[in-house]
């Protein structure tokens, strides 16, 4: 089954550690994308990735670090500069980097600062 | 600055119609999307409209007027499993997405 996973599910972080979370498709898309939901607001962009080794700031890329070394992979770094990091975290992926063709999300990690 | 809104929250019973509007302020517009999330999950694609009209697919149906930056997503036969939100996002003039903060729509038996 092609799809986009993302691990872990839930995850919990003491205040100044950095976390990783994780993101891999197997839908062949090039272009991927980091976005945070917070209650009562919509998706923002963090980063986004068009190809490999390539990858732009969103609009709150502030405390937040990507990679993007394979075509499958985009893993977010939250890092301790990040002010108020905990929110849920979706992956999402595309044919291509235009934003009018359907963006494919995965399951989402919740991550919670302590 | 750009807007999406939609109503924060909707009640609706289960084997009736619900509408959920979306109105939106963007610089320019190339598109707008509706995708349904229940809660804790990823968002799913519903529909992507483009030009004025109305579009039809299955029990769900999409509306677009862009001379009144205005959009519904109409949902019939309302089944519990339709209980989720429902978020509305619009691809600006710069191919930028913007998302609305979503719609919850509370299905009642």
């Known amino acids: 089954d092609g799809g986009i996973t993302q691990s872990p599910k839930y995850l919990f972080r003491k205040e100044g550690q950095n976390v990783t979370l994780s993101c891999e498709q197997n839908?062949?898309?090039?272009?991927m994308y980091w976005y945070r939901q917070d209650p009562g607001q919509g998706l923002r962009l963090i980063y986004y990735?068009?190809?490999?080794?390539?990858?732009q700031k969103g609009d709150i890329a502030e405390g937040y670090s990507v990679s993007r070394e394979k075509k499958e992979s985009f893993p977010l770094t939250v890092t301790s500069a990040q002010k108020n990091p905990t929110a849920f975290y979706l992956c999402?992926?595309?044919?291509?980097?235009?934003?009018?063709?359907?963006?494919?999300f995965g399951p989402g990690t919740r991550l919670t600062v302590l | 600055g750009q807007n999406i809104d939609q109503p924060t929250e909707m009640t609706a019973t289960e084997g009736a119609i619900v509408q959920i509007n979306c109105t939106y302020q963007?610089?320019?517009?190339?598109?707008l999307f509706w995708y349904q999330q229940h809660a804790g999950e990823a968002p799913t694609f519903l529909s992507y409209n483009v030009l004025d009209g109305l579009e039809e697919k299955g029990r769900f149906s999409s509306f677009l007027s862009r001379s009144k930056g205005y959009s519904y997503l109409l949902l019939k036969e309302l089944q519990m499993k339709d209980s989720a939100s429902y978020l509305c996002a619009v691809v600006d003039s710069n191919y930028q997405l913007i998302w609305g903060a979503g719609t919850k729509l509370i299905i009642k038996p």
């Open positions: 990735s068009q190809i490999v080794n390539d990858f």
């Open positions: 839908l062949n898309h090039d272009a």
């Open positions: 963007t610089s320019g517009f190339n598109g």
């Open positions: 999402a992926s595309s044919i291509a980097d235009q934003r009018t063709d359907t963006q494919y």
